[in-house]
């Protein structure tokens, strides 16, 4: 129960690390559609006109700063304006400073692209590249950091550890002896102590053992570290192939009691 509650704590933590992940590339992918849609437009020259400082007191306990947007303008032959805003990215340690920066800035000539009555400047359209890589980038991070923990935790059930216990749950602990793929068992215990050893050899002598030997071998064993074999071949824990040999161990004993 407290592994089935680990294994949904860690799912659940990289699924909100996942979320989180893609909605920011959500965010930057409708930014770089929104600078996109300049591509292939008028280039143009416009003139700063105004500007305005902002400020951000900054995240993860970095220091703030001011910003300085610089309003820009261009005016074609007909006389009609066509505005827009651009924020560089830096940062003044003063509001003087960044008013300082925006004042040198006005009349300045500035690049900018024309489309459908919408302009945006060069400095932005500079940041397309970027932010087209992060709209792909991010999401498909998101996807791997939901994905594979929960396909590794999935492929770990399904291989399991080995024995959580001396025997599988289902093992009863018949008497009879009886006899699967050739190889005399003295009884289940005897069998299930059996598949603690990977040679094959080894294997069929501790299948032959009286049922109290073959329980002192199983109290014996590590069981968290001890790997399952039949016939040389490994098997896992909540297997398809363990649950089936068990089952034809069990059909073969009752099958042979009720013979002899």
């Not at 893609?22 to 105004?50: C, K, P, Q």
């Not at 032959?77 to 003044?92: A, C, I, K, L, P």
């Not at 991070?141 to 923990?149: E, K, L, N, Q, R």
């Not at 968290?224 to 398809?240: D, I």
Request: hydrophobic content about 40%.
């Amino acid at each position: 129960m407290k592994k089935n509650n680990a294994n949904k704590l860690v799912i659940a933590v990289f699924a909100v690390m996942g979320a989180v992940l893609m909605l920011i590339g959500v965010v930057i992918a409708s930014n770089a559609a929104s600078i996109g849609y300049f591509r292939g437009g008028e280039e143009i020259y416009g003139t700063v006109y105004d500007y305005r400082v902002s400020y951000s007191s900054g995240s993860r306990g970095r220091g703030g700063g001011y910003f300085c947007h610089l309003n820009c303008r261009y005016i074609d032959e007909q006389g009609r304006n066509y505005f827009t805003e651009v924020q560089y990215n830096m940062s003044y340690t003063s509001k003087e400073r960044a008013e300082a920066y925006g004042e040198a800035c006005l009349n300045k000539r500035i690049k900018m692209y024309l489309k459908n009555s919408q302009c945006i400047t060069e400095i932005e359209m500079k940041r397309y590249p970027v932010y087209l890589a992060l709209s792909i980038v991010l999401p498909c991070a998101a996807v791997f950091v939901i994905g594979v923990p929960i396909v590794i935790i999935k492929v770990k059930e399904r291989r399991g550890k080995y024995y959580d216990n001396a025997l599988p749950e289902y093992v009863e602990e018949h008497e009879c002896s009886f006899t699967l793929d050739g190889v005399f068992c003295a009884s289940f215990i005897s069998f299930s102590a059996a598949l603690g050893f990977k040679s094959a050899a080894r294997q069929k002598k501790v299948c032959a053992l009286p049922k109290a030997e073959a329980a002192e071998i199983l109290k014996n064993k590590n069981e968290k570290k001890v790997k399952l074999y039949w016939k040389g071949k490994r098997l896992y824990k909540n297997s398809r192939e363990l649950r089936e040999l068990l089952e034809r161990a069990r059909a073969e004993q009752k099958e042979q009691a009720f013979l002899y």
